[in-house]
């Protein structure tokens, strides 16, 4: 139960120190300090990989053939180069957080807006959907709908329909009756 209760503590414990992080103005001081930082470290790493480079390749040994020096050298200052590089990649990681942070910031401020923008523009999608298949439903119930010869009310639309319709010899009554068939 012990073990339990100090891993529980040290839980506890760690993200409290870095809970003032999550202010993006603390967290802009952090990471300028922690690029300090790697930033002088690059420095150091840099004078100390040409301090190596240059007394190690400078080491000719008789008998040495003409990269031999270099070749004994590259062994050290590969080490140095990876120093470096994982020096300037850290700084350039603390930068990469503090950018990547404040777009998120700005990204969560600006959320509700955007759903709502979203869910307004859908709704008159689904209006101009609605509107479209009332219409469409409109004009199939009256087209489908039989014609009195004497009705005056009806549509230049549907009147053409009902011309055209007659003019073929026949009475639209149902859905069926717009396809040739005959009979089932």
Known sequence: MSEI???NDVLNRVPAEFRPLLNLDHLTNWTLDRQREHTADLSAYEAGRAVFQTVLRSQHIPGDRKWAARWRAWKVEKHWN???????DAANASESLRTTYADH???VAALPAHRAEKAAAKEVRRGKVNDFTAKSLNKTASALAPQREGDEEASSETAGQARDSAA???TVRGVNDLFDRRGA
């Open 5 to 7: 209760e100090n891993a």
């Open 82 to 88: 990876r120093l470096v590089k994982a020096s300037r």
């Open 105 to 107: 910031v700005r990204e």
């Open 168 to 170: 073929a010899g026949r």
